[in-house]
């Protein structure tokens, strides 16, 4: 396989000024006549523009048919010398859409009656329409026009503004769209067939009129309107908090079931995976309707950061993807509550980017190398790469980051920018040096910070010492020091946050600081101490990194305890549930931690003026993937039997009446209703009837079959069935069985019954799920339904995939073979579920090995799939 590499960057030889495409659309045959007007760059080289399953029906340079011989045609390259330093270069091809089960390029969504056609660029699908130098630094304006039959295809979109429409003979009809912003080809999409749609009239900041349309198949376009609210709202926001403005006329964000990513920024043409565009209450649960907000908004903010500014190379993605999950994140946080959404990305980012991190997958969240960039669409590219904009951020303060965008949109507007350029611009905008910023990109692993602390009673003196060290990772054996930014406040052990005043400090200033260690280790000393302190450190998770802190249970517990800030109440209540775990795992019942953590969260179950989403939080210790980071030799069913140890003791603490007195009174105030009290009342009403169920199962059994039946909307009605299928299994059977009836035909809802069921754990879990293969609407062509059953048995049922005799490797192994031959990028992202093999127990450890050297052996496998593999394997 070729390998490329940043270093070995060039700009484009030619570029593309204008394209103009015509495209005879056809669910058997597509053609597509491109005429494109191409400008040498630089140099004397051939023109080579990329192309991959296409049939090549004509080509010519300025009006000159070339024959054979004439060009050359390899590899995925068409190659061309052209002596002059312009030309018009123009090519027709066909294409067969239904076909195309790799969903990259021109297919089809749904059945070939009533399905339509849409396309997916992102990375290199441009290349699977049309020959074209297909790579981000190639800037050009597409005029696009898209002729089909009228009945089968009466709705026509593409990117841009419409620029006219009518009929041809035959029954068919054409429209065309003019984009008047130079983009890139992956920005580039289509959409035709029998599509409805919901449409609002939006008009900018800057006075612009903007057609807004949503689209979806007839029998779901009435879930789509949380999606258009979700969009003003986004809109609204950009040119609130960053002075953007949407620049078409029309807006079109589309919605479909077959689709590998979980949405596309495509320029005016916004393409979603259903599963982040619809929600209903009766089908949707209350995080999936959080999601379809997070996502409309992450992919209209990629308009200016992605689209207007886009990235030189594939290296750069987190460029537009760290960035705009940063401003995702933060627009989340203002239309809900800051420090529950700050719980959630943490969270996130220590269940998916830190096990990756920490295996042979590991990668910097600028790459310096790939096979496949398809692969490094990563929780690392993406969520860690917003961690490091969210640090940049912090160090310049609100109006300093705001200046700093404001630089870099404007000077990069319509260009293909750099990591470099962008921490350049938020440096100059504020006169500082950011770049010692930059080893954060090219270095893989999470940094270990260690922090320890002595107080000196005759000094009144307290110092705080931190080290850092980042382990090796896969490629990068030596690691240097990064500037990571620790927020801290010392507390009292009353709880009162102290006044800080460092050494050389005249006065003490506020009871909170950023310092920021940019060497192995440093020292501070605070002055005016008087008993020794609770240091609250890395205060909102101020850096991505894990925190080694030699902290006594009881210090973990005043934090808990007494932080006034929701997050780092909840962070204090995570480090006491890893010590409280480690009691548990060496089998120490009246351990400290887990006393400590039991008997302070009692306390707060208590407390009634606590919120109730928080306080479901703080209920959730960290999960069986993030703790395996707590044990030496990965045995998955210790680890659970260790954290089910945990919650019995939580719960036996707070006790069988409590726990129902509170469920009853969640349970009278019941309803369907979306606002944040509400789904609060739901997301404590599910954590509180489990810990119920610990103690008093068959109370909790009866409360979980009511639930089911009397449940007015999905949250509801999905945490009853998941409680009753892990508490009661056998009363599980007919809800279950109705839940699957219910939702006859609705693929979402029947996406989470799969997935629920597909992470219950234990030794029948392999069973379960070959038996749910078999049910009528299982198939491995849809990726949401593979990554529901599939996905999630393999990526979040530890002790269901590791079991011991290592019969679900090889279940999995098969089917990553079947859905390799179907959709490539859906098989490499499942195969990621081997990244953390090498360290697990012996037993398993040499199961796993067997059935990944296996398939890391094949040849005929994709490149997707093969990448991962290689790296897994090695
Ligand atoms: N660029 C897409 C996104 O929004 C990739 N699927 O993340
Ligand atoms: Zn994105």
Redesign the pocket.
């Known amino acids: 396989t070729t390998v490329i590499r940043l270093d070995d960057y060039r700009p484009p030889a030619w570029t593309v000024e204008h394209v103009a495409l015509v495209f005879d659309l056809g669910i058997d045959r597509t053609e597509v006549d491109a005429t494109l007007q191409m400008v040498r760059a630089a140099g004397d080289e051939p023109i080579r523009l990329n192309g991959e399953g296409l049939e090549l029906l004509e080509l010519s340079v300025d009006d000159r048919r070339l024959v054979e011989g004439e060009y050359i045609l390899a590899n995925g390259l068409l190659e061309i010398a052209v002596d002059a330093e312009h030309c018009t270069l123009r090519t027709k091809v066909a294409l067969r859409p239904a076909e195309n089960t790799a969903l990259e390029g021109l297919y089809l969504s749904g059945s070939r009656e009533s399905g339509f056609l849409l396309t997916q660029c992102?990375a290199e699908g441009f290349r699977h329409i049309t020959f074209f130098p297909d790579r981000p630094d190639v800037l050009s304006r597409y005029t696009v026009t898209l002729r089909a039959d009228r009945q089968r295809f009466p709705v026509l979109l593409a990117g841009g503004n419409p620029d006219g429409s009518g009929e041809l003979p035959d029954g068919r009809h054409w429209a065309r769209f003019v984009d008047p912003h130079p983009k890139a080809s992956y920005l580039f999409a289509v959409v035709a067939g029998r599509l409805e749609r919901i449409s609002r009239d939006y008009t900018t900041a800057d006075g612009r009129a903007v057609a807004l349309h949503v689209w979806a198949e007839a029998d779901v376009i009435d879930r789509c309107d949380y999606a258009m609210d979700s969009l003003v709202r986004s809109m609204q926001w950009d040119e609130r908090t960053y002075g953007r403005n949407y620049d078409l006329d029309v807006f079109h964000v589309v919605a479909t079931h077959d689709f590998?990513?979980?949405?596309?920024?495509n320029k005016g043409l916004n393409i979603f995976n259903a599963k982040y565009l619809l929600a209903d209450p009766d089908s949707s649960t209350d995080d999936e309707y959080r999601h379809v907000e997070a996502?409309v908004a992450?992919?209209y903010f990629?308009n200016w950061s992605?689209n207007r500014v886009t990235c030189r190379d594939w290296f750069q993605l987190s460029l537009?993807?760290g960035l705009?999950v940063f401003r995702e994140q933060s627009f989340s946080a203002d239309m809900n509550s800051a420090p529950l959404k700050r719980i959630e990305d943490v969270a996130l980012l220590r269940r998916a980017q830190f096990p990756e991190d920490a295996g042979p997958l590991s990668h910097p969240v600028r790459p310096s190398q790939y096979s496949e960039i398809n692969n490094f669409?990563t929780a690392t590219v993406?969520e860690k790469g917003s961690e490091l904009v969210r640090m940049l951020a912090g160090r310049l303060g609100t109006e300093g980051f705001r200046r700093g965008m404001d630089l870099y949109f404007d000077r990069h507007d319509g260009q293909a920018a750099t990591i470099e350029d962008f921490i350049e611009a938020l440096g100059d905008a504020n006169d500082i040096d950011l770049s010692s910023y930059l080893a954060w990109y090219g270095q893989a692993g999470t940094p270990r910070l260690t922090a320890e602390g002595r107080f000196d009673p005759a000094q009144r003196q307290y110092r705080l010492t931190l080290r850092q060290r980042t382990p090796a990772t896969a490629g990068q054996p030596t690691k240097q020091a990064l500037p990571i930014p620790v927020r801290l406040s010392l507390f009292d052990r009353s709880g009162r946050a102290l006044p800080l005043r460092l050494e050389d400090e005249a006065r003490a200033e506020g009871t909170e600081r950023t310092v920021v260690l940019d060497t192995a280790e440093q020292h501070y000393v605070f002055e005016d101490i008087d008993a020794a302190p609770v240091p609250s450190l890395l205060r909102g998770f101020s850096a991505p990194v894990i925190l080694e802190c030699d902290y006594q249970p009881e210090d973990l517990a005043i934090l808990l305890r007494h932080d006034p800030d929701g997050f780092n109440r909840w962070e204090a209540g995570q480090q006491l549930a890893g010590l409280a775990y480690d009691d548990c795992r060496d089998a120490r019942a009246d351990g400290p931690a887990l006393l400590a953590w039991t008997g302070a969260l009692a306390e707060l179950f208590a407390d009634a003026s606590l919120d109730d989403a928080l306080l479901a939080e703080l209920l959730t210790p960290p999960g069986e993937i993030e703790l395996v980071e707590r044990q030496a030799e990965r045995d998955p069913d210790r680890i659970r039997a260790a954290r089910q140890a945990m919650l019995l003791a939580l719960a036996l603490r707070v006790g069988a009446a409590p726990l129902r007195v509170r469920y009853e009174a969640l349970r009278a105030s019941t309803s369907a209703a979306m606002d944040a009290t509400s789904q609060a009342r739901r997301q404590l009403k599910r954590r509180v009837l489990d810990l119920l169920a610990l103690i008093d199962a068959p109370l909790a059994t009866t409360f979980a079959l009511a639930q089911y039946e009397q449940a007015p909307g999905m949250t509801d009605r999905l945490a009853a069935l998941a409680t009753l299928a892990t508490v009661a299994p056998e009363q599980a059977i007919a809800p279950i069985a109705h839940f699957r009836r219910r939702y006859e035909g609705n693929a979402l809802a029947l996406d989470k019954w799969f997935a629920m069921q597909a992470q219950l754990p234990g030794a029948d879990a392999l069973a379960r799920v070959q038996a749910l293969e078999g049910d009528p609407s299982f198939m491995l062509k849809n990726p949401n339904r593979v990554q529901s059953l599939v996905g999630t048995f393999a990526r979040s049922n530890p002790t269901g995939f590791h079991r011991a005799d290592g019969a679900a490797y090889r279940w999995l192994a098969d089917r990553l073979v079947a859905v390799d031959g179907l959709n490539p990028q859906v098989a490499a992202r499942v195969a990621t579920a081997f990244n953390g093999w090498k360290r697990l127990e012996p037993t398993r450890r040499e199961a796993a090995h067997a059935v990944v050297a296996e398939l890391a052996a094949r040849k005929d496998l994709s490149r997707d799939l093969t990448d991962i593999l290689g790296r897994v394997a090695l």
């Open positions: 992102e590998n990513m979980g949405a596309m920024e996502v992450h992919e990629h992605g537009k993807e705009t669409y993406y």
